[in-house]
T-cell receptor, first 113, second 116 residues
Framework: GDSVTQMEGPVTLSEEAFLTINCTYTATGYPSLFWYVQYPGEGLQLLLKATKADDKGSNKGFEATYRKETTSFHLEKGSVQVSDSAVYFCALSATGGSYIPTFGRGTSLIVHP | GAGVSQSPSNKVTEKGKDVELRCDPISGHTALYWYRQRLGQGLEFLIYFQGNSAPDKSGLPSDRFSAERTGESVSTLTIQRTQQEDSAVYLC??????????????FGEGSRLTVL
């Protein structure tokens, strides 16, 4: 079945550091890929998405590129801020099925001043 | 309301008791999803509704779990005879039709269930 694997957290960084959170997937067909973010005390919200190979999703300084050859969708940001501290979830939604999104475990990011 | 609303936000119950969790989706969203998140684990799909119909109930962990949705709005997830392994955060999300393929799910803040 479909699955998403994320790097384990927590990831702890200093402000202005470079961020990478790895995500790889297994899916039939050609899935759409997503990153959701959950800030403390809030619900998950969509951060960015990509719907086909080589697409790059971007939002709020975060980027992720859909790499079909490596089945990956790694999240990156060049300079993190304290306000980026949150839990990040990678997800996929496969075509040919019911489109029910499959989520990874989530990766906690802690950014120190 | 402006977003997806879930209640209660926290529920502590004794083993063997029944619990009801409620989800009020964004107005106009025809698709509604329930997920469960156990500590340290990913989101586990439970069930989704398209309108009032639940085409896929395969994610429900056991026959102690049931869900219903009336009037294309509020949904209730019921857990009967709760067990300690049911302790988790139960998340509800809604979307426009079957938006999962390339669309966006809108999540509530979740209901944290603790079974003693």
């Amino acid at each position: 079945g479909d699955s998403v694997t994320q790097m384990e957290g927590p990831v702890t960084l200093s402000e202005e550091a470079f961020l990478t959170i790895n995500c790889t997937y297994t899916a039939t067909g050609y899935p759409s890929l997503f990153w959701y973010v959950q800030y403390p005390g809030e619900g998950l919200q969509l951060l960015l998405k990509a719907t086909k190979a080589d697409d790059k999703g971007s939002n709020k300084g975060f980027e992720a590129t859909y790499r079909k050859e490596t089945t990956s969708f790694h999240l990156e940001k060049g300079s993190v801020q304290v306000s980026d501290s949150a839990v990040y979830f990678c997800a996929l939604s496969a075509t040919g099925g019911s489109y029910i999104p499959t989520f990874g475990r989530g990766t906690s990011l802690i950014v120190h001043p | 309301g402006a977003g997806v609303s879930q209640s209660p936000s926290n529920k502590v119950t004794e083993k063997g008791k029944d619990v009801e969790l409620r989800c009020d989706p964004i107005s106009g969203h025809t698709a509604l999803y329930w997920y469960r998140q156990r500590l340290g684990q990913g989101l586990e799909f439970l069930i989704y509704f398209q309108g009032n119909s639940a085409p896929d109930k395969s994610g429900l962990p056991s026959d102690r779990f049931s869900a219903e949705r009336t009037g294309e709005s509020v949904s209730t997830l019921t857990i009967q005879r709760t067990q300690q392994e049911d302790s988790a955060v139960y998340l509800c999300a809604s979307s426009l039709a079957l938006a999962g393929a390339a669309g966006e799910l809108f999540f509530g803040e979740g209901s944290r269930l603790t079974v003693l």
